[in-house]
């Protein structure tokens, strides 16, 4: 491959020796590097307030990297290339000065410059401001910001205002990095490459979506960080809404990232207010107490460290939300989300309606209705659950499952999702990130719940460690005469 043909671009992690950094990041820039040479000039910048050594950076980003990259990715050849284009600085966030420590190091040429903001929102203005003050914000600069951006709708505003001053909105990355995953885009192409599906996409086919993002870890070293954020913040008003819209938004008229963000906004637009006594009989609040996974013993949300004994913070929510629009109009959407749960997974199930005749002897209490399952994680994968004849003699009907992995029939590795999200940075291509009307609007729709919670003296419906949350959520769909699914439960 040519030289001029490979990546071309700097980019600074503030942030860079932190967590998300070193787990996600680096690791998702070094597979890139694997599949997508870079130029002999780039540069990739760690930035943290105390940097250490170049050679003990190095080393520290070799151990993550074996450690998160699977055992067949990891190369010592490819590793000492890359390594070649790292590079670690200090910088105090609230210090101008210091941040002319990056200048060395960045190119003078017209080159995409990345600027990826993994600290917390409250500095992203700080940050732009010296960035801005030094001259180091050029026409081809991008800046990627991390969720959750603010903690409620003013809050947005006033940073998407002051972000504003340094970058035009064509420069701004929100990122979501379930939106990057290989299976998020393919459902795309499913709903609108295939009559099949869409022609079934509405209320009169299907009965109800549940998405479920789940997690088996706790706060571990982030109390702090989430006794000012909690489930709703952190994973509901981005992750679980986008996903949302993904699913329910109309066709668009084209491919190209503004009217694909267009029809999210729609989405974002038609959802049912929760207010009042609808927050009470649509959203369950919840909060982990002492239990065990896996068979290890687990201490409750107010045992972990930086988190008060008093702490009211959900780490759970399940919610029942409804679209006022034409397509959806009756069918509910179950989104529902929580730390210490029994394992790690992100599902989305569309439940189609059953058939209002059935011939068959087999009962059909036995049988499960058609279901699209949609598997984020920890591996990715679309199946579709159909009825079919068992083999043999009679009509035996049983339940078959169809694989609509595109990836099933080959050894292809699926790029990471935040291996495929920088690229789109680089190559300036917003598809997969979300503009700043779809973030306050989400917000403008969060903000009730958020207030209502504020307001109130009762604590959160408590679940032990190990089980799938509090008894709330199993009534929240039990009432609707639903069941969650059991591939996200089991």
């Keep these: 491959m040519k030289e001029s043909s490979n990546l071309l671009f700097d980019l600074v992690l503030f942030g860079g020796t932190g967590d998300l950094s070193m787990r996600k990041l680096l690791p998702a820039l070094y597979q890139l590097y694997r599949t997508t040479p870079f130029h002999a000039s780039t540069r990739i910048i760690a930035v943290g307030r105390t940097a250490p050594s170049k050679e003990a950076f190095l080393h520290r980003v070799q151990d993550k990297l074996e450690q998160h990259l ?168 981005n992750h679980l809404l986008q996903l949302l819209c993904i699913l329910a938004m109309e066709p668009p008229p084209n491919i190209e990232p503004d009217r694909i963000r267009d029809e999210k906004l729609k989405v974002l637009y038609a959802l049912k207010p929760l207010l009042g006594d609808d927050i009470a009989r649509s959203v369950v609040r919840g909060q982990y107490s002492a239990g065990a996974i896996k068979g290890k013993d687990c201490i409750g949300y107010t045992e972990e460290e930086g988190v008060s004994e008093h702490s009211t913070i959900e780490t759970f929510v399940a919610m029942k939300v409804m679209i006022d629009n034409m397509r959806w109009s009756g069918v509910p959407f179950y989104l529902r989300t929580g730390k210490r749960l029994p394992s790690r997974s992100c599902e989305i199930v569309v439940q189609f309606k059953e058939i209002p005749h059935w011939i068959f002897d087999t009962v059909r209490g036995q049988l499960m209705s058609n279901q699209l399952v949609i598997t984020l994680q920890p591996d990715e994968s679309i199946t579709l659950r159909l009825c079919g004849k068992r083999l043999g003699p009679g009509m035996d009907v049983r339940t078959v499952d169809l694989n609509l992995n595109p990836n099933s029939r080959g050894n292809k590795r699926s790029a990471d999702a935040y291996e495929r999200l920088l690229l789109d940075v680089v190559k300036g291509d917003q598809t997969l990130f979300v503009r700043q009307d779809e973030l306050e609007q989400a917000w403008h729709w969060i903000d009730p719940i958020l207030l209502d919670w504020e307001s109130t003296t009762s604590p959160p419906e408590y679940y032990a460690c190990g089980s799938w949350g509090p008894a709330g959520s199993t009534l929240l769909l039990a009432k609707d005469g639903r069941l969650w699914h059991e591939g996200a439960t089991g």
């Design 70 to 237: 699977p055992q067949d990715s990891w190369d010592t050849v490819s590793w000492q290339q890359f390594a070649k284009h790292l590079n670690c600085v200090s910088i105090e966030a609230d210090k101008t000065e210091s941040y002319r420590n990056l200048i060395p190091l960045l190119s003078e040429d017209q080159r995409p410059r990345v600027f990826y903001f993994s600290t917390h929102s409250s500095l992203y203005a700080t940050i732009a401001s010296s960035l801005g003050a030094l001259g180091l914000i050029t026409p081809c600069a991008r800046v990627v910001l991390e969720k959750p951006i603010g903690r409620d709708l003013n809050t947005a505003r006033n940073i998407s205002g002051q972000m504003s001053n340094y970058f035009t909105e064509s420069q701004i990355y929100r990122i979501d990095h379930y939106l990057g995953k290989e299976t998020v885009q393919n459902l795309l192409v499913l709903r609108f490459a295939n009559p099949l599906f869409e022609s079934l996409w509405n209320h009169h086919y299907i009965d109800h979506i549940q998405i479920t993002i789940s997690e088996s870890i706790g706060v571990e070293s982030r109390g702090e960080f989430y006794e000012e954020t909690g489930a709703l913040r952190d994973i509901v008003q």
